[in-house]
């Protein structure tokens, strides 16, 4: 396979509902897709996650352009890959930007499994014919985040996630499982606790959670293998795993129980296979997080879901849970708490190319 063309677009799309975590309220999303064409003229999509600004980790919509643009885009232009699996060993001397990796390597993976006439979920390894859906609620007051569980569970969603922070979470946990007891429940904290809140932090284990999401540093597996041994609810690390070295260390440290693999913060498919392989073989329950994505990476990620080894249910919703209209067709839908997995080849969802050009912001072709 040769890659003739890679357009980016940059496109912004607004939330149907502000979504609020410890650090930031996102409004308005900015994403970057990919289109790569390749010699019969197929295109393959690929989306990049970063955010407008650094708060989630240090990319941003401009560092990733950049770095797609003079140094990962040139390195795929022209020269034949026989298997989206080597895209990672063509990025290795550029450092870092998993984003912007991601982004490239998830078109490169779309084009050549429609090229091969195979699904992405199947190429990927994946057995599964639907995958769990979960959601993630927005930090908001109590009551507002207790009716939007409510509506949630009564879209079929069996899994709920909440954000937390210092001063917004005991009490909102408790509010929930007075209406919700056996509901399964988890909070992220997006790192908004450190070490001096470990007696608070135990609180935690009172409440019946599945996992405690990212309670400390954004770059820390140090402190939270000492925050996991005194705490009973298992810790499921984001932020702190870059990479399946990252992974691998942080289950040898014993900082955390669950790992939530996300394919932009890894770098890509490639790498989320792997570190699906390593928790596979390590017995260590696994989970494809969220990026308040668009239909294209949200393609990527039910694909990815459908490895066996995704074991617990994602922060996967459907196309109306973040968007009035998503940039796919069919959207993604949920029923009975769960997203069949498309068989159709490549990421199984046409992108709506009136809705892309309506959300489009600007567009740059690369031949060269
Ligand atoms: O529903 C989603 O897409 C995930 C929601 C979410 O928790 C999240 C959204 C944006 C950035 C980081 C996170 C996170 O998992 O920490
Ligand atoms: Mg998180």
Not at 183 to 191: I, W, Y
Not at 222 to 227: E, I, N, T
Not at 313 to 331: F, K, Q, V
Request: a negative charge; aromatic letters at 6%.
């Amino acid at each position: 396979m040769i890659l003739c063309q890679v357009t980016l677009h940059h496109v912004r799309m607004t939330l149907k509902t502000p979504f609020a975590n410890s650090l930031t309220t996102v409004t308005d999303r900015e994403l970057i897709l990919v289109e790569a064409e390749d010699e019969a003229g197929r295109s393959g999509w690929g989306e990049c996650v970063a955010f407008s600004s650094p708060w989630y980790t240090e990319e941003t919509i401009g560092t990733a352009w950049h770095v797609m643009k003079d140094f990962l885009i040139p390195r795929l232009l022209h020269t034949p890959l026989q298997h989206p699996g080597e895209v990672p060993e063509r990025f290795r001397p550029v450092r870092r930007h998993p984003m912007a990796k991601a982004a490239l390597e998830g078109a490169v993976w779309d084009l050549w499994c429609k090229a091969q006439g195979l699904s992405l979920a199947g190429a990927l390894g994946g057995t599964r014919a639907r995958i769990e859906a979960g959601v993630a609620v927005g930090a908001a007051d109590p009551d507002c985040m207790l009716e939007t569980i409510r509506q949630r569970v009564e879209e079929g969603y069996r899994r709920v996630k909440v954000k937390v922070k210092p001063g917004a979470d005991v009490e909102v946990l408790e509010r929930i499982r007075e209406v919700f007891p056996e509901l399964p429940l988890m909070a992220d904290a997006n790192s908004a606790y450190t070490l001096k809140d470990l007696e608070h932090l135990k609180r935690m284990d009172t409440f019946n959670l599945l996992m405690i999401e990212q309670p400390l540093a954004a770059d820390d597996i140090v402190d939270h293998a000492r925050l996991q041994a005194e705490l009973a609810t298992p810790i499921c690390l984001d932020e702190s795993l870059q990479s399946f070295e990252d992974v691998r260390k942080a289950l040898e440290l014993g900082s955390c129980r669950i790992v939530n693999v996300k394919v932009g913060r890894v770098g890509g498919l490639t790498e989320a296979k792997r570190i699906h392989d390593l928790c596979q073989t390590k017995g260590i329950p696994l989970w494809c997080g969220g990026m308040l994505e668009s239909g294209i990476a949200r393609a990527h990620n039910i694909a990815l879901a459908s490895l066996e080894g995704f074991n617990l249910p994602g922060d996967i919703s459907a196309s109306n849970r973040y968007w009035e209209r998503d940039l796919i067709h069919p959207e993604v839908t949920v029923e009975e708490g769960r997203i069949a997995v498309p068989e159709g080849p490549g990421i199984g969802f046409e992108v709506d190319r009136e809705r892309l050009q309506a959300a489009s912001l600007y567009s740059q072709v690369f031949t060269c």
